[in-house]
Protein backbone atom coordinates (compact mmCIF):
# COMPACT_ATOMS: atom_id res chain seq x y z
CA UNK A 1 0.00 0.00 0.00
CA UNK A 2 1.56 3.49 -1.27
CA UNK A 3 0.76 6.28 1.00
CA UNK A 4 1.72 9.69 -0.53
CA UNK A 5 3.42 11.29 2.31
CA UNK A 6 1.79 14.29 3.51
CA UNK A 7 3.64 17.28 4.52
CA UNK A 8 1.82 19.73 6.85
CA UNK A 9 2.88 22.76 8.37
CA UNK A 10 1.20 24.16 11.78
CA UNK A 11 1.78 27.81 11.82
CA UNK A 12 0.70 27.82 15.96
CA UNK A 13 0.47 31.73 17.24
CA UNK A 14 2.30 33.23 14.05
CA UNK A 15 1.56 35.57 11.08
CA UNK A 16 -0.17 38.83 10.57
CA UNK A 17 -2.34 38.45 7.23
CA UNK A 18 0.93 40.23 5.20
CA UNK A 19 2.97 37.63 6.60
CA UNK A 20 0.77 34.58 5.50
CA UNK A 21 0.32 36.49 1.55
CA UNK A 22 4.18 36.51 1.83
CA UNK A 23 4.51 33.25 3.10
CA UNK A 24 1.95 31.27 0.78
CA UNK A 25 3.40 33.37 -2.31
CA UNK A 26 7.12 32.15 -1.91
CA UNK A 27 5.56 28.65 -0.75
CA UNK A 28 3.75 28.50 -3.65
CA UNK A 29 6.55 28.90 -6.19
CA UNK A 30 9.02 27.06 -3.80
CA UNK A 31 6.85 23.60 -4.06
CA UNK A 32 5.51 23.86 -7.82
CA UNK A 33 7.52 21.20 -8.83
CA UNK A 34 7.57 18.63 -6.31
CA UNK A 35 5.48 15.76 -7.42
CA UNK A 36 3.99 12.59 -5.18
CA UNK A 37 3.80 15.05 -2.17
CA UNK A 38 1.47 16.34 -0.58
CA UNK A 39 1.25 19.84 1.28
CA UNK A 40 -1.16 21.66 3.97
CA UNK A 41 -0.51 24.62 6.17
CA UNK A 42 -2.66 25.27 9.42
CA UNK A 43 -2.21 29.74 9.91
CA UNK A 44 -4.30 31.05 12.47
CA UNK A 45 -7.54 31.40 12.87
CA UNK A 46 -7.51 35.14 11.83
CA UNK A 47 -5.36 34.39 8.32
CA UNK A 48 -7.62 31.34 7.26
CA UNK A 49 -9.83 33.33 4.76
CA UNK A 50 -6.97 35.13 3.26
CA UNK A 51 -4.57 31.90 2.77
CA UNK A 52 -7.83 29.86 1.13
CA UNK A 53 -8.38 33.22 -1.30
CA UNK A 54 -4.04 33.30 -1.64
CA UNK A 55 -3.72 28.97 -2.22
CA UNK A 56 -7.04 28.98 -4.85
CA UNK A 57 -6.03 26.97 -7.76
CA UNK A 58 -2.89 26.02 -5.63
CA UNK A 59 -2.50 22.16 -4.85
CA UNK A 60 -1.25 23.20 -0.94
CA UNK A 61 -4.22 22.76 1.38
CA UNK A 62 -5.37 24.78 3.95
CA UNK A 63 -6.58 24.14 7.64
CA UNK A 64 -7.45 24.94 11.33
CA UNK A 65 -5.53 24.85 14.39
CA UNK A 66 -8.62 23.65 16.22
CA UNK A 67 -12.25 24.01 16.56
CA UNK A 68 -14.99 23.67 18.78
CA UNK A 69 -16.85 20.46 19.20
CA UNK A 70 -20.36 22.13 18.22
CA UNK A 71 -21.65 23.60 14.99
CA UNK A 72 -22.63 27.05 16.88
CA UNK A 73 -24.12 28.62 20.18
CA UNK A 74 -23.26 30.57 22.49
CA UNK A 75 -19.69 29.86 23.52
CA UNK A 76 -17.53 33.16 23.35
CA UNK A 77 -13.83 33.11 21.77
CA UNK A 78 -14.69 29.69 19.97
CA UNK A 79 -14.99 29.04 15.81
CA UNK A 80 -17.26 26.07 14.48
CA UNK A 81 -16.91 23.56 11.75
CA UNK A 82 -19.11 25.44 9.91
CA UNK A 83 -17.17 28.13 9.65
CA UNK A 84 -14.07 26.45 9.11
CA UNK A 85 -15.78 24.75 5.64
CA UNK A 86 -17.48 28.47 5.11
CA UNK A 87 -13.84 30.08 4.31
CA UNK A 88 -12.32 26.71 2.21
CA UNK A 89 -10.97 24.83 5.21
CA UNK A 90 -10.08 21.09 4.50
CA UNK A 91 -8.99 19.99 7.61
CA UNK A 92 -8.51 20.87 11.22
CA UNK A 93 -5.58 19.65 13.37
CA UNK A 94 -7.01 18.31 16.84
CA UNK A 95 -5.52 17.33 20.18
CA UNK A 96 -2.45 18.71 19.80
CA UNK A 97 -0.39 18.49 22.73
CA UNK A 98 -0.55 22.29 23.36
CA UNK A 99 -4.44 22.24 23.19
CA UNK A 100 -4.05 19.56 25.43
CA UNK A 101 -1.33 20.76 27.96
CA UNK A 102 -2.34 24.02 27.65
CA UNK A 103 -5.93 24.56 27.31
CA UNK A 104 -7.08 21.31 29.39
CA UNK A 105 -8.80 19.34 26.56
CA UNK A 106 -8.98 15.74 27.51
CA UNK A 107 -9.30 12.63 25.47
CA UNK A 108 -12.72 12.33 25.33
CA UNK A 109 -13.49 16.32 24.13
CA UNK A 110 -10.86 15.03 21.49
CA UNK A 111 -13.21 12.30 20.55
CA UNK A 112 -16.33 14.26 20.43
CA UNK A 113 -14.24 17.46 18.09
CA UNK A 114 -13.15 14.07 15.65
CA UNK A 115 -16.63 13.13 15.19
CA UNK A 116 -18.40 16.53 14.49
CA UNK A 117 -15.07 17.20 12.16
CA UNK A 118 -15.97 14.53 9.76
CA UNK A 119 -19.71 15.22 10.20
CA UNK A 120 -18.35 18.25 8.34
CA UNK A 121 -16.34 17.16 5.91
CA UNK A 122 -12.84 18.24 7.55
CA UNK A 123 -10.34 15.72 7.72
CA UNK A 124 -9.11 15.26 11.17
CA UNK A 125 -5.71 15.51 11.98
CA UNK A 126 -5.94 13.82 14.95
CA UNK A 127 -2.47 14.44 17.02
CA UNK A 128 -1.39 11.99 20.11
CA UNK A 129 2.29 11.67 21.78
CA UNK A 130 3.94 11.11 25.02
CA UNK A 131 5.69 13.22 28.05
CA UNK A 132 9.22 12.75 28.57
CA UNK A 133 8.50 11.33 31.79
CA UNK A 134 5.59 9.01 30.03
CA UNK A 135 8.50 7.90 27.37
CA UNK A 136 11.44 7.13 30.92
CA UNK A 137 8.45 5.30 32.42
CA UNK A 138 7.76 3.09 29.70
CA UNK A 139 4.69 4.22 28.77
CA UNK A 140 4.70 5.57 25.81
CA UNK A 141 2.09 3.08 24.19
CA UNK A 142 -0.45 2.95 27.06
CA UNK A 143 -0.55 7.07 26.45
CA UNK A 144 -0.86 6.99 22.96
CA UNK A 145 -2.81 4.02 22.57
CA UNK A 146 -5.51 5.43 25.76
CA UNK A 147 -5.62 9.09 23.24
CA UNK A 148 -6.41 7.13 19.55
CA UNK A 149 -9.20 4.87 21.27
CA UNK A 150 -11.04 7.95 22.82
CA UNK A 151 -9.69 9.95 19.78
CA UNK A 152 -11.14 7.43 17.72
CA UNK A 153 -14.47 6.51 19.65
CA UNK A 154 -17.69 6.21 17.76
CA UNK A 155 -16.03 6.79 14.04
CA UNK A 156 -16.50 4.22 11.61
CA UNK A 157 -13.87 2.50 9.72
CA UNK A 158 -14.84 4.53 6.50
CA UNK A 159 -14.02 7.36 7.89
CA UNK A 160 -10.92 6.36 9.44
CA UNK A 161 -9.64 5.73 6.49
CA UNK A 162 -9.42 9.15 5.36
CA UNK A 163 -8.53 10.43 8.65
CA UNK A 164 -4.82 11.70 9.20
CA UNK A 165 -2.98 10.46 12.87
CA UNK A 166 -0.29 12.80 13.64
CA UNK A 167 2.29 11.31 16.12
CA UNK A 168 3.89 14.18 17.90
CA UNK A 169 6.38 13.22 21.23
CA UNK A 170 5.73 16.26 23.34
CA UNK A 171 9.23 15.98 24.49
CA UNK A 172 10.57 16.63 21.04
CA UNK A 173 8.52 19.06 20.20
CA UNK A 174 9.98 23.11 19.69
CA UNK A 175 12.97 21.34 21.50
CA UNK A 176 15.10 20.73 18.75
CA UNK A 177 15.40 17.28 19.76
CA UNK A 178 13.91 14.36 17.35
CA UNK A 179 12.73 10.84 17.92
CA UNK A 180 15.54 8.89 16.05
CA UNK A 181 13.74 7.32 12.86
CA UNK A 182 13.96 3.92 14.50
CA UNK A 183 11.96 5.41 17.60
CA UNK A 184 9.64 6.91 15.53
CA UNK A 185 9.26 4.18 13.38
CA UNK A 186 8.15 1.63 16.42
CA UNK A 187 5.40 3.89 17.39
CA UNK A 188 4.06 3.96 13.96
CA UNK A 189 4.17 0.55 13.55
CA UNK A 190 2.09 0.54 16.99
CA UNK A 191 -0.31 2.35 16.09
CA UNK A 192 -0.68 0.98 12.58
CA UNK A 193 -1.24 -2.21 14.73
CA UNK A 194 -3.54 -0.93 17.27
CA UNK A 195 -5.43 1.06 14.32
CA UNK A 196 -5.94 -2.89 12.88
CA UNK A 197 -6.99 -4.09 15.88
CA UNK A 198 -9.55 -0.98 16.20
CA UNK A 199 -10.76 -1.43 12.64
CA UNK A 200 -9.71 -3.84 10.04
CA UNK A 201 -6.30 -4.10 7.99
CA UNK A 202 -7.32 -1.96 4.61
CA UNK A 203 -8.63 0.10 7.22
CA UNK A 204 -4.93 0.81 9.31
CA UNK A 205 -3.02 0.56 5.93
CA UNK A 206 -5.08 3.56 4.26
CA UNK A 207 -4.71 6.07 7.47
CA UNK A 208 -1.99 8.39 6.96
CA UNK A 209 0.09 8.92 10.07
CA UNK A 210 2.12 11.76 10.75
CA UNK A 211 5.45 12.66 13.07
CA UNK A 212 5.63 15.88 14.68
CA UNK A 213 8.70 17.11 16.59
CA UNK A 214 11.17 19.25 15.40
CA UNK A 215 11.37 18.05 11.70
CA UNK A 216 13.87 19.93 9.43
CA UNK A 217 15.06 19.58 6.05
CA UNK A 218 17.92 17.81 7.57
CA UNK A 219 16.21 15.01 9.43
CA UNK A 220 13.19 15.11 7.29
CA UNK A 221 14.28 12.02 4.53
CA UNK A 222 15.60 9.56 7.46
CA UNK A 223 12.29 9.86 9.01
CA UNK A 224 10.27 9.61 5.88
CA UNK A 225 12.20 6.55 4.65
CA UNK A 226 10.62 4.93 7.94
CA UNK A 227 7.47 2.30 6.32
CA UNK A 228 5.06 3.64 8.45
CA UNK A 229 6.03 7.36 8.59
CA UNK A 230 3.28 8.80 6.35
CA UNK A 231 5.03 12.87 6.72
CA UNK A 232 5.28 15.14 8.92
CA UNK A 233 3.45 17.89 10.91
CA UNK A 234 5.77 20.54 10.74
CA UNK A 235 6.02 23.83 13.55
CA UNK A 236 8.85 26.00 13.63
CA UNK A 237 9.87 24.66 10.01
CA UNK A 238 7.19 25.54 8.59
CA UNK A 239 7.59 29.27 9.10
CA UNK A 240 9.44 29.73 6.68
CA UNK A 241 9.06 29.05 3.03
CA UNK A 242 12.45 27.77 2.35
CA UNK A 243 12.97 25.24 5.28
CA UNK A 244 9.29 23.95 4.43
CA UNK A 245 9.86 23.60 0.83
CA UNK A 246 13.66 21.86 1.83
CA UNK A 247 11.00 19.03 3.91
CA UNK A 248 8.54 18.74 1.49
CA UNK A 249 11.37 18.09 -1.10
CA UNK A 250 13.80 15.73 1.35
CA UNK A 251 9.87 14.06 1.54
CA UNK A 252 9.31 13.62 -1.79
CA UNK A 253 12.65 12.24 -2.72
CA UNK A 254 12.69 9.78 0.34
CA UNK A 255 9.58 7.97 -0.83
P1 LIG B 1 7.95 21.73 15.97
O1 LIG B 1 6.37 21.59 16.27
O2 LIG B 1 8.18 21.26 14.55
O3 LIG B 1 8.25 23.18 16.17
O4 LIG B 1 8.64 20.85 16.94
C1 LIG B 1 5.63 20.49 15.81
C2 LIG B 1 4.20 20.60 16.23
O5 LIG B 1 3.92 21.07 17.33
O6 LIG B 1 3.27 20.23 15.45
Same mark, same amino acid.
Given at each position: ??????????????? !??????? *????? &???????? #????????? @? !???????????????????? &???? %??????? #?????????????? @????????? /???? +??????VGRKVNTALAHDLVPYLCCGETQ?????????????????? +??? $??????????? =?????????????????????????????? *???? @???? !?????????? $?????? &???? =???????????????????? %? @?? $??? /???????
Amino acid at each position: MSRIPLIAGNWKMHK !TLSATRT *LLAEL &NQAVSDVE #GVEVAVAPP @F !TALAVAAEALRGSAIRVGAQ &NMHE %SEEGAFT #GEISPVMLTDIGTN @FVILGHSER /RALF +GEDDELVGRKVNTALAHDLVPYLCCGETQQEREANETMSVVSRQLRA +GLA $GVPADQAAGMV =LAYEPVWAIGTGLTATPAQAQEVHASIRAL *LADR @FDDA !TAQAIRIQYG $GSVKPG &NAAE =LMAQPDIDGALVGGASLDAA %S @FA $GIV /RASGAAR
